[in-house]
């Protein structure tokens, strides 16, 4: 296979923070690269540094000659008030230069990317369909390697499915950073893990992420075997250094030496070994409540102005229960878990909450985050102390918990990574006693360490959870029962979400298979005019003159007076994809026509 990138020993310093040191790998032709690593390791740096919008502090970025990379960025920023395809187009132009071309890409990536829709104003768009736009722009420049970050973040669940089919059959390499296993699992080739603690900077394996779990505890096997026997052959030479061998000889000498360098490498082997052992200590206090009953909805009915999205749901939910809510976006499940908490009362039915219910709630959006704020102001409100399980903590013992670093305690919150973030979110909410948790997209940026111990977490809470996420593996640990929403109103219960992911592929087909009956039926109804009757009898000559033209034109690209000049050869181009698209209309035309007229007769 051929190289297409090669990273030579670079490093990189982000603030005070040492993210990679002589780090080296390179990524070749075909390789569909998943890359996975602890909150704050670097993978969206890293991912910059391979798009080329960074550059190292030491070492090098190679790629091969004129490779072509698309990047698309965890967060896309777009302030346009053009339609899509406008604003796709010009995008282009910087890339593709003919204008008829880049209108075509446009047209054709923004279509395979889901949109219907292609004059929908882009300051419109919702986080998932600007990452869509995104992807678009990124697949329409035809990359050699596609660069992407958390490309499901935002997504609802046809996204994330399209997205994952697409990346299946992609024929170009692809790296990308991504928390969903499942998503990981079906679409990689190659894992690498990065994380400074791994003797190369990384840990990688040609497989699929569960393949690569077996081979990283394989190697974990090796790395403490390996701690093991130079334990014991340190052992020997510490004995002998004791015994005051005298240094009088080159061979003593070169001992001594050896002695004190594998000293220094067990060290390194041992501070590996007991690092990669340590996860974050989640724990949740709940209040032991003993009720059987926690939250109970009768006859339920909720709206949103006059739209109706839940209709008369009746459902019963107490303690070690966890609900998974699924459904598309703006199926109403956020405004039914503003309904349930009795943050809104645009319902009608009944709702039934224990006394003094304590129920807590996870934003995704992380709204009440104080960016000002260091950890420790933020976890200890202005105090070194908390209060956890009754009992009194220091701050930094709480957040160690979490795996936040003494050192980190005086960073503000805005300097922290977005999974950071997310998991000092999660550490505050935590410190509250709970008898309900309302969990809305929870592993949305936290690394996937911390995504299994929350999952361990969760399962061992005493009380009721309550889950909207777009991470499957995540549901199928957790859940032991989904309530679906349509947003039209009807709702369903199931005991696996596989049955309900198998229903929508199924109802999805269905809905195609009505759609093209119906424009079958059209067509057959559809009578040729007088007028196209006329054209009928023309349209053979008129394609016949198009090609001719076509052909005068694309002999111009060979003439050597044309392809010298280059105002010459941009006006030939353009031409000769002018001509293209007219032979393709009136080919389009006239195969229209000959149907019409089949169903006439």
């Known amino acids: 296979m051929s190289l297409l990138v090669s990273v030579n020993h670079i490093e990189k310093t982000m603030g005070s923070k040492l993210l990679f040191e002589d780090l080296s790998f390179g990524i070749s ?3 569909k690269i998943g890359l996975i690593g602890p909150n704050g390791a670097g993978k969206s740096t890293l991912l910059r540094l391979l798009a080329g919008t960074e550059t190292p502090d030491q070492g090098e970025v190679n790629r091969r000659k004129n490779l072509n990379i698309s990047f698309v960025a965890q967060e896309p920023l777009f302030e346009s008030t053009l339609g899509a395809q406008s604003y796709l187009k010009e995008k282009l132009q910087s890339f593709y230069h003919d ?3 880049c209108d075509v890409k446009a047209a054709t990536y923004l279509s395979i990317c889901g949109f219907s829709d292609l004059d929908i104003k882009v300051d419109t768009l919702s986080g998932g369909w600007k990452k869509r736009l995104a992807l678009a722009y990124a697949f329409a420049l035809e990359p050699d390697l596609l660069v992407l970050d958390e490309p499901t973040n935002h997504m609802d669940w046809e996204g994330i499915l399209w997205l994952e089919s697409y990346l299946k059959s992609y024929k170009k390499s692809f790296i990308l950073v991504s928390h969903d296993r499942t998503f990981l699992d079906n679409v990689t080739n190659r894992i690498i893990e990065i994380n400074r603690l791994y003797r190369d900077g990384f840990l990688a394996f040609p497989c699929s992420y569960q393949q690569f779990l077996s081979k990283k505890e394989d190697y974990r096997r090796t790395q403490i075997a390996l701690q093991d026997s130079m334990s014991n052959k340190a052992r020997r030479e510490v004995e ?11 061979k003593s000498t070169a001992r001594i030496k050896e002695a004190h360098a594998l000293l220094d490498d067990l060290e390194s082997v041992k501070m590996r070994n007991s690092a990669a052992q340590s996860k974050a200590r989640v724990e949740i206090d709940s209040t032991e409540r003993k009720s059987k009953k926690l939250i109970e909805l009768k006859h339920v009915t909720v709206a949103f102005s006059a739209k109706t999205l839940v209709q008369d749901l009746s459902i019963s939910m107490g303690p070690q229960q966890c609900v998974g809510l699924l459904g598309h976006n703006g199926s109403g499940k956020t405004s039914l878990l503003k309904v349930i908490q009795g943050k809104a009362d645009n319902y009608t039915g009944e709702i039934f909450r224990a006394d003094q219910l304590k129920i807590v709630y996870f934003d995704q959006k992380r709204e009440d985050l104080p960016l000002d704020e260091s950890l420790m102001q933020y976890l200890g409100d202005g105090s070194d102390y908390t209060i956890f399980k009754g009992a009194s903590i220091h701050v930094a013992s709480y957040a160690s918990r979490f795996l936040f670093a003494s050192d980190k305690m005086q960073l503000k919150i805005s300097q922290l990574s977005g999974g950071e973030q997310a998991r000092l979110l999660i550490a505050k909410l935590l410190l509250q006693p709970a008898d309900v948790l309302i969990l809305d997209e929870p592993t949305n940026d936290l690394d996937i360490d911390t995504i299994e111990i929350l999952e361990e977490t969760l399962r061992a809470f005493p009380g009721l959870v309550l889950v ?3 991470d499957r593996y995540f549901l199928s640990q957790l859940c032991d029962r989904f309530l679906a929403l349509d947003g039209q109103g009807a709702w369903n219960m199931y005991a696996e979400m596989e049955q309900w992911l198998r229903e929508k592929s199924t109802r999805s087909s269905s809905t195609q298979d009505t759609i093209s009956a119906k424009k079958e039926e059209s067509k057959k109804k559809v009578k040729l005019s007088y007028k196209d009757k006329l054209r009928l009898e023309t349209i053979e000559q008129d394609i016949q003159q198009a090609e001719s033209d076509l052909e005068q034109a694309s002999e111009k690209l ?5 392809i010298m000049d280059h105002i010459k050869l941009q006006e030939a181009t353009a ?12 080919y389009a035309l006239w195969s229209e026509l000959e149907a019409k007229q089949d169903a006439s007769t």
Request: charged share 25%; hydrophobic share 35%.
């Open 29 to 31: 032709e075909g390789e």
């Open 99 to 101: 204008p008829l071309e």
């Open 240 to 250: 002998w250094l004791r015994s005051n061998a005298q240094a009088r000889t080159t």
């Open 468 to 470: 909207v996420s777009h």
């Open 558 to 562: 060979s003439n050597p007076d044309v």
């Open 575 to 586: 031409s000769v994809a002018l001509l293209q698209k007219k032979v393709d209309d009136l």
